[in-house]
């Protein structure tokens, strides 16, 4: 018997730390350390029927057969500091994570740059501050110059925006060096490279740069690359949990404007709202329909429902299974929470005639 | 009559940068000062039972009759005034500290969570309305004497020793060091010489958790710090783990000790403040201090209890 743990006092849950139930086994988010562990359903049930009792308690419940299992949970939790001992359980209320709310009307938005920057009016960053966007994804599909992309981000100065983003194609006519022109701009947050010969994560090739850069190899000729499900970009912290509980994570109070100036909740989805040229922002956000996608949030989402990483998952609503269904699972995603097990989902012959339908076969 | 919210504030402020997140978001009439603020008088009318303040900061102007709410959170207040070296300095000095205490009293009537008047308590006389509230407070000591420090150390076992009252940032070297709350042990009596500047001792308190606990109107949102098991945070929690952070959690305050801290506050005449606690092992309720213009930030953030949209709603309502 384990001599470091408290067998005789009440255990809680670190109220930080939410369990989350999945068809064949259950994660426990650590919100404030921002890790996740995935633990049996077993531990679930304890952790969400045993509270309050002593381990002692619990090994008696579960039968002393079982006695070595339970007092391995409890290592665990003991070790990675979830729990803790003390008989008034009532002092300790949970989180309340389903009154996620920020004062923007809008939050996020994507502009995406193809052959020329007529279609898009540069008004455009004023309204999306009015609107109390704080992040913008600028993302390049042809090769732009710094002058171009200095002139773009003269639009954004003085307004309350916090972050943006540039993705940019890596050619000849644009060097490393000129990005010095961009410190100026102190709400730019990150440069990604795609197209890049080299893969290097150039973090500090400027100390005085507010922004870091990345690079990768893969070419991104299109928006047709985004939506792709990966374990890498599950996001475990407060906010984002008490988000996804309520709303979209992908889409929720999410603008984008495609290379055409189509006015879309993501330029991956075919449905727009209006030209930008004619179609003022603040008119579309108005719009029900347009805002009919932030609400589904993944316990409404078949398969994600039963995922035991629903809650620090993104999503995608432009690619999925049942082109027809709303609430149908992320093409993209390739994993089974019945099996746990990630496949590849271009493979999966389930998948083909959605692929199809999107025409993803070359991506 | 158009609804005004006046607020004063520094620009760094992270809680009050959120709170005017919400009042933009819900299109607020907002007037904002940032940092040392100096008022300049344009006019004070006082007749016909009418009193009309007419004041300029910043280039702004300032019209009490439309100022509906106002908001106390950062900085200084004081006269706009001209260096002057002549025989009426004085005189100046003077009727300008009238003006301003009148300017501030008219503001604090139509004060909302914080005004300007009751933003620093002496801390010495907190501890004395604890004691009188029945709320337990550590055995505390000022002194100047080693002899007087050694038997409180004797009788206390382990003591902390903090500031008395100042919270301010001490540059060395060119370095800002803030004057944490300190373990003080038998080696560091030693090296005191017989008499000292006045320094605050506490008997150290063997917490369970500690409690950071914003108040607002008679309502409580308070949250657990557990710092106990960290090395770094067990004396003094602000000393962060920025890699393993502590674990704040939401708490709720047991009925009697929300009904004492609520005398405090009425007794302090705050409708708001930063209140710090400890519960310690046997499980007593331990009254440190109350701050009126701490950061509710970082109650609010992790235990998810939205207080900037709160306030936002209290200012506009109002």
Known sequence: MSNSLEMKAPFILFTD????????????????RGVYYLIPNDLWSILNKEQGNTIEEIIIKYGTQNEDIVLGYFEFLTKRELIFFNSNKNLFPKINLKNWDIPSTIYQAIIDFKENFDC????????????????????????VNINEITEILENTVGLNILGIDLILKKHDGLSISEL?????????????????????????????????????????????????????????????????????????????????????????????????KTTRLESVVKNEKFRKYWS????????????????????????????????????????????????????NPLKKRAIDYYKLNDI | MNKKILIITDDADDS?????????????????????????????????SRIKLLLKSQSTIINLDEISVFWYRRGNISMLTDEMDN?????????????????????????????????????????????????????TLITTSKKNLTSFLDTNKTIITKSIHAQIPIEIAGISNFL?????????????????????????IEKLFELRIFYLDRKFYAMAIFSQTNSRTKTDFRNYDRKDPNRNIPFKLPK????????????????????????????????????????????????NYGIENIIAKKLIEY
């Not at chain 2, 009238?98 to 008047?117: H, P, R």
């Open chain 2, 16 to 48: 009050s940068n959120l709170v005017i997140n919400w009042l933009l978001y819900f299109k607020a009439d907002f007037i904002r000062l940032n940092g040392k603020v100096d008022f300049e008088v344009i006019s004070i009318t006082i007749e016909n």
């Open chain 1, 17 to 32: 730390c939410i369990t989350v139930k999945g068809v064949n086994r259950s994660t426990i988010l650590d919100l404030t």
């Open chain 1, 120 to 143: 898009i009016n540069f008004d455009v960053f004023h309204s999306l501050a009015s609107l109390g966007c704080k992040y913008i994804q600028l993302r390049f599909y042809k090769n």
């Open chain 2, 180 to 204: 944490y709350t300190s373990d003080f042990n038998t080696t560091d009596v030693s090296n005191c010489s017989d008499y000292f500047f006045p320094t605050k001792f506490q008997t150290k």
């Open chain 2, 256 to 303: 009697q000790i929300k009904s004492k801290l609520t005398t405090i506050m009425k007794k302090l005449k705050l409708a708001s403040g930063s209140i710090d606690m400890i519960v310690d092992k046997d499980g007593e309720y331990i009254f440190l201090e109350v701050n009126p213009i701490g950061q509710f930030g970082m109650v609010s953030i992790p235990c």
């Open chain 1, 296 to 347: 589904i949030s993944k316990d409404k989402i078949d398969v994600c429902k039963t995922c035991e990483f629903r809650y620090i998952c993104t999503d995608c609503r432009a690619y999925i299974e049942q082109p027809n269904d709303l609430y149908s699972k992320p093409l993209k995603c390739g994993y089974d929470p019945k099996t746990n097990v990630w496949d590849k989902w271009s493979t």
């Open chain 2, 87 to 139: 025989p009426f300095v004085n005189y100046c000095k003077i009727e300008n500290n009238a003006l301003l205490e009148f300017i501030i009293t008219k503001l604090d009537e139509k004060q909302m969570v914080n005004g300007y008047s009751h933003t620093d308590i002496n801390k010495c006389q907190q501890l004395e309305l604890a004691i009188k509230t029945n709320l337990k407070i550590p055995n």
């Open chain 1, 180 to 276: 010095k022109r961009i410190n100026k701009f102190l709400n730019v947050n990150n440069i990604f490279f795609y197209n890049a010969n080299e893969l290097k994560n150039d973090q500090s090739f400027d100390t005085k740069s507010p922004f870091n850069i990345y690079s990768f190899k893969d070419d991104i000729s299109s928006h047709k690359q985004c939506g792709n499900i990966s374990s890498s970009y599950f996001n475990v912290n407060l906010s984002n949990v008490s988000n996804s509980i309520k709303n979209n994570s992908c889409l929720n109070k999410k603008i984008s404007i495609d290379s055409d100036g189509n006015i879309k909740n993501c330029p991956s989805m075919t449905e727009s709202f209006g030209n930008i």
